[in-house]
């Protein structure tokens, strides 16, 4: 079990076993915002769904883990469905025992719907960031962000529970240039929100409408940070369509990429693409 000194050092047990201390910045405290490069987490549900195609263990998740954060990723993202369709329950102990055994100033990302499940497996796992979703537990896949006027006082409790087990919490936000939902989310107590880029992503044969869209999103950034709220961002990125909106959104904090990466590992391999990525997201490449 890790402790947590709030606003200081983070002490991650694994990490002491090899007799060393690695101190992260608190998770629940976010910098100004500032033209950095996004940093990259890779989503490795698309490697869990093609394991499960076969009662076999590979390809397995933990060690594609282990090949991207050797590539420069900056953290992993799951997430657990409560079918297990990809990512199992089983799958987590092995990857956070990844990050604090081999890359402890590496994140851990966990997506989900908030139920009582998944809160629990978020307290036993003690992710470094929980990006909550509004969805259905039958959809095949996250499409759109929450309704936060509905969901208030819901995602306010929420957020205080993880955060007081030292979990910083990101909301999956839909980018539609408006302040108001923006303001909502602030004041759950989240540290950040997450774009919703599916429209963004699928407008890849229209360069009229992405121009719209990356704007729209990025009006959505603007009001998140001048409310003190960092902004992620994830669904269909890809190395093509990943500099216009780090164009537009200089300050963005952290990608979340999964279905784009993983084809083009089919391609260039998982480390040369990871690389690809980091380029796209603005970080230098040696």
Known sequence: MRTFVPGMIKNLSASLRSASTCVKQDVNSEPEPDAMPAKLSVNLNAIAMLRNRRDLPWPDVAHFGHIALEAGASGLTVHPRPDQRHIRFSDLPALRALIDDRFPSAEFNIEGYPSEDFLLLCEKTQPEQVTLVPDDPSQATSDHGWDFRAHAKFLKQVVGRLKSGGMRVSLFADGDGEREPVELAAETGAARIELYTGPYGGCHDDPHKADVLVETLGRTADHAAALGLAVNAGHDL?????????????????????????????????AETVRRFRQACGQAIS
């Open 238 to 270: 890809t190395v093509a369509n990943l500099p216009k909106l780090m164009k537009r959104i200089p300050y963005l904090a952290e990608v979340s990429i999964g279905h784009g990466l993983t084809a083009d590992a089919l391609e260039y391999g998982m």
